[in-house]
């Protein structure tokens, strides 16, 4: 026979714990906003637990406060979700959510007092809010990270209502199948909140590890791909081509006279002037191609079935345009030229760095012979 005591013991000090835990995690100044939330929002619910626990208060504070506070935590915790998620729950929806679980355990105390109805109520709601939480974690995708969090909030939110079923259904509370109930149910909640917690964190440290790849395949100044990433990127895109039988392009790219611009108007124009070149190149690729700066004022272009005489056209194409669009910053504007080198793989193979070295050598020929032009290797 389960112990109901100790099992409600047992869950008030994992209650306690996994707040510990979320709370720990989100106290650095680092943290985003979504653990935050999560931390609140368990903070909350482990306030609102002690209170719903200690018997010797009055029903106003142990089934009115303590529901209440309990509903504005998970409605923190619910937000916080939604922020994850890149949305929001308003401020009016979390009063809303506390304010109903602190209205009707009120009614059930002090018009028609029954305790049964409060345990009922309790046990619907507080399901219905986890099963929420649970959606809301759905939502967003992402399974295999995203599993355990919803796998948490499903058990409880089950485990809720199926209580508050039955106390629905029989609210003797004396009765030996009630007391069972209510055991397996404290038995539930606990292990289910250890999945949350831990669910929570995997999702915040996948999403680091997201950010930390990210950037170390981005240049930070202009948003393209840095050396690594080039190479990640640029050999994926040059498997396919080559699987496909396609033809692959390469073009090299250089600013003309960089150094004078850096030198005339300083290193922050000349940043300006970078990063106006890779918003031009974006705007002219299609969303399959490879852009990345190769170094300094070096871009490189990988782009999937394109011949020679294809990738020759879009790289005077996007001289031309270069040539056309002027960088500003502040009151200065500059004009500035670029140099392009083409390489192909029906000439050079399908090796990576055998076609940007044709590419780089065209690309130097194009300055030996005056800039501002477009050379083929």
């Not at 998970?74 to 929001?88: D, E, H, K």
């Not at 393209?224 to 498997?239: D, F, I, M, P, S």
Request: hydrophobic share 50%; net charge neutral; glycine share 8%.
């Amino acid at each position: 026979m389960l112990h109901l005591e100790t099992l409600l013991l047992v869950h008030l000090c994992v209650t306690l714990l996994t707040t510990a835990l979320v709370a720990a995690s989100a106290n650095y100044a680092d943290s985003p906003p979504e653990l935050r939330w999560w931390a609140a929002g368990n903070v909350c619910v482990s306030a609102g637990v002690v209170v719903t626990l200690v018997e010797t208060l009055p029903p106003l504070l142990t089934s009115v406060a303590g529901y209440g506070i309990i509903a504005f935590g998970l409605a923190l915790v619910l937000r916080g979700l939604r922020v994850y998620s890149a949305a929001t729950l308003s401020w009016p929806m979390i009063a809303a959510i506390a304010g109903v679980a602190l209205l009707v355990p009120l009614y059930y105390t002090l018009v028609e007092p029954s305790r049964g109805a409060r345990l009922v109520f309790s046990g619907f709601y507080f399901g219905v809010l986890n099963l929420w939480c649970a959606a809301a974690i759905a939502r967003h995708g992402g399974w295999r990270v995203n599993c355990i969090g919803v796998t948490g909030f499903v058990a409880l939110g089950c485990a809720l209502l199926l209580r508050g079923m039955h106390m629905w259904l029989d609210t003797d509370l004396s009765d030996p199948t009630n007391a069972l109930l209510m055991g397996v149910t404290a038995l539930v909640i606990p292990l289910a909140q250890i999945c949350i917690s831990f669910g929570l964190i995997v999702m915040v440290m996948r999403r680091y590890a997201e950010r930390l790849r990210r950037l170390s395949t981005l240049d930070t100044l202009t948003g393209t791909l840095n050396r690594a990433g080039l190479e990640l990127q640029g050999k994926r895109v040059l498997l396919r081509a080559q699987r496909g039988g396609r033809s692959l392009a390469v073009v090299m790219i250089d600013v003309d006279h960089f150094k004078v611009i850096n030198d005339s108007h300083g290193h922050l124009v000349g940043d300006e002037v970078l990063r106006h070149l890779s918003a031009l190149l974006r705007m002219e690729l299609r969303p399959h191609d490879v852009l990345a700066r190769f170094g300094g004022e070096e871009f490189v272009l990988v782009l999937d079935d394109l011949d020679l005489a294809d990738a020759l056209r879009l790289a005077e194409r996007l001289r031309a345009g270069i040539e056309l669009t002027v960088a500003a910053m502040d009151d200065v504007t500059v004009r500035f030229t670029a140099s392009l080198g083409v390489a192909c793989s029906d000439q050079h193979g399908y090796d990576l760095i055998r076609l940007i070295s044709a590419g780089d050598a065209a690309l130097y020929e194009a300055k030996r012979a005056g800039r501002n032009r477009v050379t083929a290797g």
